[in-house]
């Protein structure tokens, strides 16, 4: 499939700065109701599953979130409006200890956390056997959702129809050494101010889980992911756990027709690391020249967020062919 990746920034909003930080701010998306459900993991933890309800018959799209995100981010909440407008059901699934409920287990949600989208996907896939089910992971969730796909290969066919990363950190070493440099260190300490926070529940239950003092004086992601991340979840170290949780040496596994949208402008993941990744033939790049970090801002100030999902929608549907 050919897609036209023509998304046009508004002139007040045209820097891969302005999209990532204003979007999640300003940005105007339509209200849905969700229908929550709490799922049991195979582990005996549990998560927070959103359900925007449709006919029988239509299709589903899933959510997988970004960090420190939800189903109730900015993206999600516009995704949710053009789902209803069209008439499609979605399945928003919260990572462990996000969406507003705390997870039982001394663990958290990472990158590479491709086990964890398995059993998700196969639970929709027994839940709605006979409906077309296509699946998006937004930035962290873009990774972990690619790396799934990767590790399956044909097997996904059986669970997906279709698949789209959005803004996927794909190479995680490259994403982690791009954050450190210039003036974008200002992501790097944002991130890490969520992680700790987040990280706070699980110190109060868990004292001898980690060494914390390590934890919360961690000045980049490096230090964060050698004490908390990597050891938490089975890593001998961050750096591992970042080579371990990349899923740009599997996209050329890929089966299911993926969508792999970035934006050349976005602050957080380097656009090289895409460019040289391996892909399968059943990936179709989209590289916008603007957009941000999941920003995609349209329209007079403060702006719509419309594009991004009118666009993954489209694809799922097959109308951006040319």
């Not at 507003?100 to 196969?122: F, K, Q, V």
């Not at 001898?208 to 230090?223: I, P, R, T």
């Not at 602050?267 to 990744?277: G, N, T």
Request: glycine letters at 10%; aromatic letters at 12%; charged letters at 20%.
């Amino acid at each position: 499939m050919k897609l036209s990746c023509d998304f046009q920034p508004p002139w007040w909003s045209r820097g891969g700065h302005q999209q990532t930080i204003w979007a999640p701010f300003f940005a105007r998306s339509g209200k849905v109701p969700l229908r929550r459900e709490i799922w049991t993991t195979p582990d005996h933890d549990q998560v927070a599953v959103d359900w925007i309800d449709a006919p029988p018959n239509a299709p589903v799209v899933i959510l997988f979130h970004g960090l420190g995100s939800s189903s109730r981010g900015h993206y999600a909440l516009a995704l949710a409006s053009a789902l209803r407008h069209r008439g499609w059901g979605g399945c928003f699934i919260n990572f462990r200890g996000c969406g507003g409920i705390d997870n039982r287990l001394p663990r958290s949600y990472h990158a590479g956390d491709s086990a964890e989208i398995a059993w998700m996907l196969e639970k929709v896939a027994k839940i709605l056997p006979d409906r077309h089910r296509y699946a998006v992971g937004v930035s962290l969730g873009g990774n972990a959702l690619l790396k799934y796909l990767g590790e399956q290969g044909g097997n996904a066919n059986a669970v997906l129809s279709k698949a789209a990363g959005v803004c996927a950190p794909i190479d995680l070493v490259a994403t982690a050494e791009f954050l450190q440099k210039g003036n974008i260190r200002f992501y790097n300490r944002y991130f890490l101010t969520n992680m700790k926070q987040s990280v706070r529940r699980l110190q109060r239950r868990y004292p001898e889980l980690a060494d914390w003092s390590q934890v919360f004086s961690a000045k980049n992601l490096y230090d964060f992911d050698e004490h908390f991340t990597a050891p938490v979840h089975g890593f001998a170290g961050a750096q591992s756990f970042w080579e371990e949780g990349s899923s740009a040496p599997l996209l050329r596994h890929i089966t299911v027709p993926t969508l792999l949208l970035n934006s050349a402008d976005d602050p957080i993941v380097p656009i090289a690391s895409v460019r040289s990744a391996l892909l399968s033939p059943a990936i179709t790049p989209c590289v916008t020249p603007h957009g941000g970090h999941v920003g995609f801002m349209s329209g007079p100030f403060p702006g719509r967020l419309d594009w991004l999902p009118h666009t993954l929608l489209d694809y799922f549907d097959g109308r951006n062919s040319a």
